[in-house]
């Protein structure tokens, strides 16, 4: 069981009073090339690194340095000193001078920029997103902050999208394996796009994205490559091979997001012809029906019309007929009276039949046969609305229901999307 224990503060000046008294870490000299470099109000900070280590240097009120490089190779004079509030060592400068050379990060760095650009690798043409992007490839750290962003993003902005994610080391010596080995595993993969990402880091944190096997590995892929590395300043040769390049993991995210947006826009607009289309084939209809009504009881109004005076001709050559004559017809005349009462019956059922069917269909494509069943139909300024876009607060609207009228005014506006 300890009986004692350090506070952070106390561990931290332990470490520190060891650090900042030992004279082989005073006044010394370092050699090492530099690296994410900034200036923040006078004073400049970089980073000196080789192959395989890296340290931290501040050098106050150094505006005259301020031209200093990226990829420059250097040798400082300083103190290794104890930044107690964070617990760590930098190395505090109080000279700098050049060696006249590039460090071999830069030196590799050109080299291979140089030999990409006289294959061509930098003018081939982009290959462009397929119309609706849905199947998208994901080549980042299983546990990053990247891969939750994205993801994030896709649930908000891009629902239709299905991530396939491809679990890489996007850092250190043995990344660039790794992340050849990811994009090989997404090759077998039917996927409309790769997105290749990471958040920020240094320099020397994202030189995997500057491997030659790396950029290979990417010039063979057949789909889009969307590159989001989370960088600022520095440039990786990725990003120039990549056929988008996002300056962020989210951002390549929303690349994909404003690509289903803008399908569902084209979408929706075909889908608004279409419905403008059938209402007004339907509308056709409905005038032709109503027209062919108008006939059918215009022939009937005429028939009824025709039989009337034949019945009122006849009854007159039947009043001129003697009463003998008559008493000798009756029966015939009763025979034909019956006749034609039938034949008439006839043709009143027919025709009442035929405006029974038309009045079914013009009922069934009524916009009313809609309305019976709760529906309702807004109107502005005489015109139909048929989406939440075409309305503003504080609009007055025409509210038609199965059984009257009502008037409404607009005080709130929800989209699919958004709310107003």
């Known amino acids: 069981m300890i009986e004692e224990a350090y506070t952070v503060t106390q561990l931290t000046e332990i470490i520190a009073s060891y650090i900042n008294d030992d004279p082989y870490l005073t006044d010394i000299e370092v050699v090492g090339e530099v690296a994410d470099v900034k200036v923040r109000g006078s004073h400049l900070f970089f980073a000196l690194v080789d192959e395989e280590s890296r340290v931290s240097c501040v050098m106050f009120g150094a505006g005259r340095w301020a031209e200093l490089a990226n990829g420059e190779m250097v040798r400082v004079r300083g103190d290794v000193r104890v930044y107690k509030k964070r617990g760590t060592y930098n190395l505090y400068v109080t000279a700098i001078r050049y060696l006249g050379s590039l460090g071999k990060y830069t030196e590799r760095f050109s080299k291979l920029f140089i030999k990409l650009q006289k294959e061509g690798a930098f003018d081939r043409p982009k290959k462009p997103l397929p119309e609706l992007p849905v199947r998208i490839g ?123 947006q803008e399908f569902f826009g084209r979408f929706e607009s075909a889908l608004e012809r279409i419905i403008y289309a059938f209402e007004k084939i339907i509308e056709e209809k409905r005038l032709k029906m109503v027209n062919r009504l108008s006939l059918v009881l215009n022939e009937i109004e005429l028939k009824i019309s025709t039989y009337y005076h034949k019945l009122l001709a006849s009854w007159d050559v039947i009043k001129r007929v003697s009463p003998f004559s008559l008493l000798e017809k009756k029966p015939v005349l009763k025979e034909i009276y019956s006749r034609i009462l039938k034949a008439f ?32 139909i807004l109107k502005k300024r005489e015109k139909v609305i048929k989406s939440t876009h075409e309305l503003e607060i504080g609009d007055e609207l025409e509210v038609i229901m199965n059984d009257g009228k009502v008037r409404v005014r607009v005080y709130e506006i929800r989209r699919d999307s958004q709310e107003t």
């Open 345 to 376: 019956d006839q043709l009143v059922n027919t025709k009442k039949r035929t405006l029974e069917n038309l009045l079914e269909v013009i009922h069934k494509v009524s916009p009313l046969r809609i309305l019976e069943r709760g529906f309702a």
């Open 138 to 260: 994901i080549i980042t750290s299983l546990d990053s902050a990247a891969l939750r962003d994205m993801l994030k993003t896709f649930r908000e902005k891009a629902p239709l999208t299905v991530p396939r994610i491809f679990s890489a080391q996007v850092q250190g010596e043995e990344a660039p394996e790794k992340i050849v080995q990811a994009i090989k595993e997404a090759l077998k993969e039917e996927l409309d796009a790769i997105i290749i990402a990471r958040g920020g880091g240094s320099s020397d944190d994202l030189w995997a994205f500057n491997d030659e096997k790396v950029i290979r590995s990417v010039l063979e892929v057949p789909f889009p490559v969307i590159t989001g590395i989370g960088h600022a300043i520095d440039s990786v040769i990725l990003d120039k091979i990549a056929d988008i390049a996002a300056h962020t993991p989210t951002a390549a995210a929303e690349i994909i997001a404003q690509k289903q």
